[in-house]
């Protein structure tokens, strides 16, 4: 989870994430998409969202092709629903604490 | 779309509930650390979050003691969840002395999640602290947090 966190701190894991998301694409035509960045920092990208389990790499001949692993993904989504539930947490901790207060007065 | 339901009961009254979602001095006490906040229709409603994320949006519906609608997004240039993109709706609904409170996140794009990750990469360490028992002290930026 924290490798997938600290994955997809990176604008550009990110998009390359959203472009890996509807289907699997070669190294070749990710790095084309990206006009300002050379193909060793994207190969260093896909390295590190493959280590992240975000994406998977599977070969064909010559070609690494790569497909988001949206599985992983959705463990993110179980953090958001923790992102939330802590939030409301922290209310009940204030709030308990004020009425407290309240009463004593 | 996506959404997320969540729900607490708090020992305490919708009066006292209340401010803590609508009062920016009183919001920051449980979530953000600077937060401005206009609880009225078309009011703002921006909390920056551990001291770098900005979230964004505007009240929509405000019933005093009941319920509050804002929309929510991440104020960041081209950040495929804009402030107003999404809705957040928060109910209050009194029980005895208790107060069950229901969070509502709307419209949430079902591959966004990886966008939240970033944003909220910071409370995965916090809760890590809770889940051990420990107390994850107050809202900060991660590097200041340790």
């Known amino acids: ?105 | 779309m996506a959404e997320l339901v969540r729900e607490i009961m708090i020992d305490a009254t919708p009066e006292t509930i209340w401010p803590f979602l609508t009062d920016p001095d009183k919001h920051v006490e449980w979530e953000g650390t600077v937060a401005e906040i206009d609880p009225r229709p078309g009011g703002v409603y921006r909390v920056l979050v551990a001291g770098e994320f900005q979230s964004g949006g505007e009240f929509v519906e405000v019933v005093p003691m009941e319920k509050v609608v804002f929309t929510f997004g991440w104020d960041q240039e081209g950040h495929p969840i804009q402030p107003g993109s999404t809705t957040v709706e928060i109910t209050l609904h009194p029980e005895g002395d208790k107060t069950r409170v229901r969070l509502v996140h709307r419209g949430l794009p079902d591959d966004a999640v990886e966008q939240h990750g970033h944003g909220w990469g910071h409370y995965l360490g916090r809760l890590a602290v809770r889940a051990a028992g420990g107390d994850p002290g107050p809202d900060r930026r991660p590097e200041e947090a340790g």
Do not use: C, N
């Open chain 1, 1 to 105: 989870m924290y490798a997938a966190l600290k994955a997809l701190a990176e604008p550009r894991r990110r998009e390359i994430l959203r472009l890996v998301w509807a289907g699997e694409l070669p190294a070749t035509d990710i790095a084309d998409h990206f006009a300002d960045v050379t193909r060793s920092a994207i190969s260093q990208h896909l390295s590190v969202l493959k280590e992240a389990g975000l994406v998977t790499e599977r070969r064909d001949g010559t070609r690494r092709l790569y497909r988001a692993e949206r599985d992983e993904m959705k463990k993110l989504r179980r953090f958001l629903d923790e992102y939330w539930t802590i939030g409301l947490e922290r209310l009940r901790d204030v709030a308990e604490s004020a009425q407290r207060e309240k009463e004593k007065h």
